[in-house]
């Protein structure tokens, strides 16, 4: 097997319980599943892809841990509440929580769904996660580089909206450290560039196209899906960056703040 297909230790996570908001397929799915081959239970986080969630969860508990399958539109608060609820059941607490679902791109959604979902949704599912976590949990925050930069370097106009929506979700989660920190909880924001294979760079690929394969010209080495998940599944482990920032991928083309 390859590195990237077991980034953390075998029995690392024995015992924890992860849950991975969009975790039904794509970065979602391959993060939830390194984290149960490391071998946390997992909560599999769906909005609308049941069976593929229900299909990923099968597998995963050939692996000997348990997976519980919840669909929940984050932008919805009781919907939200109705996952965390079914999660203290099952598992009684939390002690990962990847916050891994974003969108804004999609055809027919109203005018403020981008930062409905990449702001506000973020930062409930982190204030109604917060009774089930406790001493030693970690949060992590999943974003782009084309987002985290977006003060300072701007992006293709396709992507603007929702680069800073995720930034102001990504600002808002940073406020809580603080009160994250007195309760003993890690957070750590994983910043990749475009990740090859993803809806994202699809969607911008039609608007714009040529985006990737010049980002991938400029950057030199574009990140796959299954490798930039490993990232993140390692920063539920990892120690906690001095500034909470993981940074995945080139860099040098961003200008910093």
């Given amino acids: 097997m390859t590195e990237t297909s077991t980034p953390l230790p075998a029995g690392s996570l024995s015992g924890r319980t992860a849950l991975v908001t969009g975790s039904s397929r794509g970065i979602g799915a391959d993060t939830v599943r390194y984290l149960a081959e490391a071998g946390a239970n997992v909560v599999i986080n769906y909005r609308n892809k049941a069976p593929r969630a229900e299909k990923l969860a099968t597998e995963l508990r050939g692996l000997g841990v348990e997976a519980l399958v919840v669909g929940a539109d984050l ?5 939200v509440q109705a996952m965390f609820d079914e999660v203290q059941r099952t598992f009684g607490g939390l002690d990962i929580l990847v916050l891994n679902a974003s969108g804004g791109m999609e055809a027919g959604m109203a005018e ?5 979902l ?3 949704a973020q930062v409930r599912v982190l204030e109604t996660a917060l009774p ?13 580089h084309q987002a985290h ?11 603007e909206p929702v680069a800073l929506s995720k930034r102001a979700g990504e600002d808002a989660l940073r406020e809580r450290i603080p009160l994250l920190a007195e309760r003993g909880i ?4 994983v910043s990749g560039d475009m990740i ?11 608007a714009n196209p040529g985006a990737i394969a010049a980002r991938r010209e400029d950057a030199g080495k574009l990140y796959n899906v299954s490798e930039f998940a490993a990232e993140v599944a390692a920063a539920a482990l990892d120690p906690v960056p001095a500034d909470n920032t993981r940074l995945v991928g080139e860099t040098a083309s961003f200008d910093e703040e």
């Fill in 118 to 120: 990449n702001r506000d």
């Fill in 196 to 206: 090859e294979g993803t809806i994202t760079a699809t969607l911008l690929e039609r």
């Fill in 75 to 79: 932008t919805d608060p009781e919907s």
């Fill in 149 to 159: 930069f977006i003060r300072t370097t701007p992006t293709m106009p396709e992507y």
């Fill in 112 to 116: 403020d769904y981008a930062l409905q």
């Fill in 186 to 189: 890690g957070f750590v924001v």
């Fill in 132 to 144: 089930l976590l406790g001493d030693g949990a970690r949060v992590v925050f999943v974003t782009s």
